[in-house]
């Protein structure tokens, strides 16, 4: 399906991937750049080494065009957003705040800019600083999310700016696309299916995790300390949720237990005290596949019953 976004960044489809912290790396961005989509790295709070080789290595791998996203609440975040300029990314999404002081820069390097929001609101100021498009995420997705819904969202950020939209959150098949392009979407970014492909080279607990999880196995954490969560519902995240809803943990103590439960999730499955951060459509997301497959799959079952 050719759009406004498949035209933007030059791809073959436009779904792009999810930039999930800790998780998307080079292995898994250039698999879904390759599979004609936009594969992202995810900058997270990586140290700038980090950054730089991951990049290094996607060039490596495919000759595609794929990104980076910058999460804004990195503590080197200033660091990561010179990196992609001084590396000649093509692509940046940014997540967990405005990205408006870097959008000067990121523009006059060339770079297209798409920033994550949560709100009609800060859609219009992305478009006022400059955006490229902007990726209008529901809280159904994984991880760090805001209060509107997918189905919400999406057609009234659509209304009010005159740049592409993408839509995120809840994603996971052709009918999910199908619907998002109904909203008046023009493209659809995706992270929980991207978790359950070979590509992905997260801990087999947490593809099992993925692939067991039924519709209401996942839950938010952490709404009081103002970077609500959603999880995998482990015995870990129910611990974090009863202890927030009880008030028998503090938001100090919530944040000491969180420290690192990314790292212990993705890298040592560790169920005890890893947060397996994951979005809503998890349950229906049952089997491993190649990033080929999931891409192809869902941009051939959107077409078709956008065709109808
Ligand atoms: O950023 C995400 N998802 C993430 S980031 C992350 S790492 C993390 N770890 C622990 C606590 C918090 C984060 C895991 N998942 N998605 C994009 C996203 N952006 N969701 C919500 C927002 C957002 C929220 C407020 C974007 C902009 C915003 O603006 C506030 C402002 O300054 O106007």
Redesign the pocket.
């Known amino acids: 399906m050719k759009t406004r976004i498949t035209e933007l960044l030059g791809c073959e489809y436009p779904i792009i991937q ?5 998780v998307a790396e080079h292995t898994l961005a250039s698999a879904v750049s390759n599979a004609g989509g936009i594969g992202l790295i995810a900058g ?2 990586a140290p700038i080494d980090y950054l730089r080789e991951q990049i290094r290595l996607c060039k490596e791998k495919t000759d595609k065009p794929f990104g980076v ?1 910058i ?4 503590p080197n975040a200033d660091d990561l957003a010179q990196l992609c300029i001084d590396e000649g990314v093509k692509v940046i999404t ?5 990205p408006g002081k870097y959008m000067a820069a990121w523009k006059e390097a060339g770079i297209k800019v798409m ?5 009609v ?2 859609a219009k ?1 992305m478009e006022k600083s400059g955006a490229d498009a902007v ?1 209008a ?1 529901g809280t159904e ?6 209060e509107n819904t997918t189905m919400c969202l999406v057609p009234q950020v659509v209304d009010a700016v005159e740049i592409p939209v993408i839509a ?1 959150g809840g994603i996971a098949d052709g009918r999910g696309m199908a619907a998002a392009f109904m909203l008046g979407a023009e493209g659809v970014q995706i992270g929980t299916r991207f978790l359950a492909s070979e590509e992905c080279q997260i801990h087999p607990t947490f593809k099992e995790l993925v692939i067991k999880a039924k519709d209401t196995d996942n839950i938010v954490t ?1 709404r009081y ?1 103002g ?1 609500p ?1 959603r999880n995998i519902k482990t015995k870990f995240a129910k611990k974090l949720a009863t202890g927030e809803k009880e008030g028998t943990l503090s938001p100090e103590e919530f944040e000491q237990l ?1 420290v690192g ?2 790292r212990r999730a993705v890298v040592d499955g560790d169920v005890d005290s890893g ?1 397996f ?1 994951c979005g809503a459509i998890s349950g229906m997301v049952n089997e491993i596949k190649t990033c080929a497959d999931i891409v192809k799959e869902i941009n051939d079952g959107a077409e078709k019953l956008l065709k109808i």
């Open positions: 999810g930039g999930m912290a800790w997270g709070s996203n999460m804004l609440m990195s940014t997540g967990a705040g405005n920033p994550v929001v949560p709100s609101a800060l100021r990726i995420e997705s994984g991880g760090h999310i805001g995120a952490g300390t970077h969560c969180t439960a990314l947060s951060l």
